[in-house]
C-alpha cells in the first residue's frame, strides 16, 4: 500500500536554510561581478565583430619587393669591419635604399648602406617617414588613395598603444582609420601598425582582462579572485533555479 507522508519539519527547515545562503551569497556575488560579467560578454562581442586583419593593419599594409646581396657588397662591409661577431645579414630594402641588416652575436641589429656600407642606423626622421609611407597602401574603391605623413615623433617613453622596446619613431598618417606606425631606429623596419579598430580592440580587451596596466597578463589576482567569485554566483543561481521550480513538494510517498 502506497501512502503520501507530509515532509518532516526539519527538511521543511534545512531547504528553507540552504535556500536562504544561496540567495544571500547569489546577491552579493551579483552584486560584486555583475558589471565585469557585461564587461566580458561586450568585450567578447566586440572582440567577434571586429576582424584581426583589420585590426592589425594587415589590410592596408603594401607589398616590399625583394632583395639580394652581392658577394661584392658583403666584402665592402667587411672591409669596414663591420662583419665582427655577426650572426647574420639579410639583404632588403628600406624606403626603397638598399640595405645589408647585420646581426651580431649579442642580438643587436643595424642597417648599412649596401652599395657605400654606410652605418644608417639609427634612421633619421626624414628617412622613418619615408618607410611609413612606403609600408603603407590605403586604397578606396580599389584605387590608392593619396596619404601622408602628419606628424613624426621620436618617442622615449610608451605612447599607450605600443608598449615594446623603445626609443620608436611613431609616424602619424592622415588616413580615415587614425594609422600610427611605428618604425625601429636601428633596423627601420614597421614594428607596430595601430588604428582606431586597434584602440577599441585593445580597450575591450584590456575590461576583458582587467590587466589595466600591461594587458597581456592572463594571471593577474584580479581577474582570478572575479572568475572565482563569477563561478560562484553561477552555482548559487543554479541552486536557486531549484528551489524556484520544486517549491511546493510538500509529501513524500511511502511503500
Do not use: C
Not at 544561496?22 to 567577434?48: D, E, K
Not at 582606431?196 to 589576482?221: A, C, G, K, Q, T
Request: charged content about 20%.
Amino acid at each position: 500500500m502506497i501512502g503520501l507522508l507530509p515532509v518532516s519539519g526539519d527538511e521543511i527547515m534545512s531547504g528553507m536554510k540552504v535556500r536562504r545562503v544561496a540567495l544571500t551569497l547569489h546577491n552579493w556575488m551579483g552584486l560584486l561581478v555583475g558589471i565585469q560579467i557585461v564587461f566580458w560578454f561586450v568585450g567578447g562581442l566586440v572582440m567577434t565583430v571586429l576582424p584581426l586583419d583589420l585590426v592589425r593593419g594587415e589590410r592596408s599594409m603594401a607589398e616590399q619587393a625583394p632583395a639580394s646581396a652581392t658577394l661584392e657588397q658583403v666584402a665592402l662591409l667587411g672591409n669596414r669591419q663591420a662583419l665582427k661577431g655577426v650572426r647574420s645579414i639579410t639583404a632588403r630594402k628600406v624606403a626603397g635604399i638598399p640595405v645589408l641588416q647585420v646581426t651580431d652575436l649579442a642580438g643587436k641589429t643595424l642597417i648599412y648602406h649596401a652599395q657605400t656600407a654606410a652605418l644608417l642606423s639609427p634612421i633619421d626622421m626624414e628617412l622613418a617617414a619615408k618607410v611609413a609611407l612606403e609600408d603603407f597602401s590605403y586604397r578606396v574603391a580599389d584605387v590608392d588613395a593619396n596619404v601622408t605623413v602628419v606628424a613624426t615623433e621620436w618617442l622615449t617613453e610608451e605612447p599607450g598603444d605600443f608598449r615594446r622596446i623603445l626609443p620608436v619613431w611613431q609616424v602619424t598618417l592622415d588616413d580615415p582609420d587614425g594609422t600610427r606606425l611605428y618604425v625601429s631606429p636601428d633596423t627601420g623596419r614597421v614594428l607596430a601598425r595601430r588604428n582606431d579598430y586597434w584602440r577599441v580592440f585593445d580597450f575591450f580587451w584590456m575590461l576583458h582582462i582587467m590587466d589595466y596596466d600591461e594587458r597581456e597578463d592572463f594571471n593577474n589576482p584580479l581577474l582570478i579572485i572575479t572568475t572565482i567569485t563569477s563561478t560562484l554566483f553561477v552555482i548559487t543561481g543554479i541552486v536557486l533555479l531549484y528551489f524556484r521550480f520544486w517549491p511546493r513538494r510538500k509529501k513524500r510517498s511511502v511503500a
